[in-house]
């Protein structure tokens, strides 16, 4: 008969999830400019397209020097877009530029500005 793994204590679950989201953090960051282009532009509402390609620039982009103008032009977009837009929808539309959705993480719901219970 197998052991039973021992319970993790609340610190031990917080350091797993952590180093969790490290992981899926340096996987999103080693997709190259064109490819975060080529996945956004399969959002098809533009609204959504904008508000996505904001926040990849913000999350993998902001601040580096030698980042490629890719995305620039959603950018310069994003103020003439201003207004209300589902946050749900730009979840949607980050999960399907790749940032995880839903359980445990929600990360492209928590990016998007969904209140998570």
């Known amino acids: ?3 039973l793994e021992k319970p993790k204590t609340p610190a031990e679950t917080q350091k797993t999830r952590e180093a969790e989201i ?7 960051t080693a997709i190259k400019p064109e490819e975060w282009l080529r996945r956004i532009m399969r959002i098809f ?3 959504t397209r904008i508000r996505v390609a904001n926040i990849v620039w913000w ?7 030698n980042s490629k103008p890719h995305l620039n032009g959603y950018i310069q977009m994003y103020i003439r ?12 539309g ?3 530029v790749g940032y995880p959705s839903g359980p ?5 719901e928590r990016r998007a500005g969904v209140k998570i219970s």
């Open 45 to 47: 509402n533009m609204v």
């Open 22 to 28: 490290a992981a899926i953090n340096s996987a999103m």
């Open 1 to 3: 008969m197998r052991d």
């Open 94 to 96: 980050l999960a399907k």
């Open 81 to 92: 877009q201003m207004g209300d837009h589902s946050v749900r929808k730009i979840a949607k």
């Open 59 to 65: 999350d993998y982009f902001a601040g580096k020097r």
């Open 104 to 108: 445990p993480y929600f990360i492209a």
